[in-house]
């Protein structure tokens, strides 16, 4: 089951995160498999040589927005809470209310078209092709960390101007 770290932690790449993923992709692949077009490892944990608290993001891309519900009950029924959008449209979070022996994870359900989701993929997608942007994004995370070690508000929002730089420069 996911916990929250009782301060913000951010810590150097682990090459164990992208085989963590493929564990917890399989299993939400069983799951649901036949509503998703896919499930991407999103989020600083996806990119390669880049800090990041040690929490992994997924992506689970449904075929179409209507098929929500029924990927809503099937989670609930393997013991995920659904707490909605978070205030970021394009994405639904879901909480493990059991421990399925993963490491800590954020479950996100996603239309294709969804924002959430394109502004995940391409900021993903852009720290992975760009060394400077991915250690500067490192640097201001570090930082961020340091000054905010019990704030995940705060550490959130001193991250938005340069995630917004970086969606607008790929045109998302």
């Known amino acids: 089951m996911a916990e929250r770290t009782p301060f913000i932690q951010v810590a150097s790449y682990d090459p164990a995160w992208p085989q963590e993923f493929a564990r917890i992709a399989a299993a939400v692949k069983q799951w649901m498999g036949d509503l998703l077009i896919g ?22 891309v449904l ?13 609930a029924a393997q013991g995920f809470e659904h707490q ?11 909480r493990p209310t059991r421990d399925f022996g993963f490491m800590n994870y954020h479950l996100y359900v996603c239309p294709p ?8 993929i391409a900021l993903r997608d852009y720290l992975r092709g760009h060394d ?13 960390a340091q000054a905010h070690r019990t704030d ?8 938005s101007a340069f995630v917004q ?7 998302v």
């Open 39 to 60: 499930i991407e490892h999103v989020g600083s944990t996806s990119v390669e040589g880049l800090a990041a608290k040690p929490i992994l993001d997924l992506d689970a």
């Open 63 to 75: 075929t179409s927005a209507d098929r929500l519900p029924e990927a809503i009950e099937r989670l």
């Open 84 to 94: 909605g959008n978070l205030g970021i449209a394009g994405r639904e979070a879901f």
């Open 113 to 120: 078209e969804g924002r959430g989701y394109l502004e995940h």
């Open 132 to 144: 400077e942007a991915r250690d500067e994004y490192a640097r201001i995370k570090r930082k961020l």
């Open 152 to 159: 995940i508000d705060a550490y959130v929002e001193g991250k």
């Open 165 to 171: 730089d970086i969606l607008r420069r790929t045109g």
